[in-house]
């Protein structure tokens, strides 16, 4: 008799494997991702100069080019000079990491592992910058916008069910993700045209793509949660008086997290919320 239990091993041995090579491409990745944040948002070519260090400007090995364990091995300091290396850089790596580790076991090798983990990218790279500098360029917006218009639209043509993408049943995928990016622009615009210097247009072009990506009904639960744990967030830092109402709390990250959790279980809290 076929006995599955034999196999097991073999699979997972397999799995482990592909988890592993996918941690390790989420650390390269997300050390490019930190070439993006730092370079783009001040004008600079992201391909050269090669990466090198801030203080003595040397051009970095090959060794220390490896992401996580390189800052680990120099304990986060240029082998020449001793600068400091900012840690960021040390979490963008691990932290890209670990997610791309958990995209394969979350969808398993399929076009929808590649789609989401190209949004997460970009994503983080939007949360980085607008962290740091309070602008979502539209450098990566708008290509980004036509990206997921044309992907949409794909998907309505040739009838691939975006079920991981947007588990919503429709079979016009590009009428889903019109809706969604209607939804997404108006909801934050509002908010943007009642309280002056509340949301940004950045904010309110992230919020577009977004809904392009997630569609309806899924923006919905997207903002909802952008929107709360924003408010959340700036209440307590409010609390703890680490800002004050005047500072501007980016709301960039929120939205980008908020659209990735979406991503990977926004259909099962719509399914939960509204039983079918
Ligand atoms: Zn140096």
Redesign the pocket.
């Known amino acids: 008799m076929f006995c599955r239990s034999s196999l097991l091993p073999l699979v997972d041995k397999n799995q482990d494997m592909w988890l592993a090579l996918f941690f390790l491409l989420g650390a390269a990745v997300g050390s490019f991702i930190n070439v993006i944040a730092d370079r783009l948002p001040a004008g600079k070519s992201i391909i050269s100069p090669p990466s ?7 051009e970095l090995s090959t060794k220390d080019l490896i992401p996580i364990f390189s800052y680990l091995w120099l304990k986060g300091r ?6 400091t290396i900012p840690r960021r850089l040390l979490w963008v790596e691990l932290g890209t990491a670990i997610l791309f580790a958990f995209l394969y076991w979350h969808y398993g090798p399929s076009w929808e592992l590649a789609l989401v983990a190209l949004y997460c990218c970009l994503f983080i790279v939007l949360s980085l910058i607008d962290l740091k500098h309070n602008i979502l360029p539209n450098k990566i917006v708008y290509p980004a916008v036509i990206f997921a218009i044309v992907i949409a639209a794909l998907g309505s043509i040739f009838g691939f069910e975006p079920r991981a993408i947007a588990g919503t049943g429709f079979r016009l995928w590009i009428v889903d993700a019109a809706i969604g990016g209607g939804i997404g622009f108006v909801l934050l615009l509002l908010p943007a045209l009642l309280y002056r210097g509340g949301m940004g247009w950045g904010d309110i072009k992230l919020a577009t793509l977004i809904g392009l990506v997630t569609g309806f009904p899924l923006v919905l639960i997207a903002m909802f949660l952008a929107i709360v744990s924003g408010g959340l967030i700036a209440a307590i830092l409010l609390l703890l008086k680490l800002k004050s109402r005047k500072d501007a709390i980016p709301f960039g990250p929120f939205l980008s997290l908020a659209a990735m959790a979406t991503l990977f279980w926004g259909s099962n809290l719509l399914n939960w919320l509204i039983p079918s």
């Open positions: 090198h260090c801030t203080g003595c400007q040397r240029c082998r020449h000079c001793g600068v």
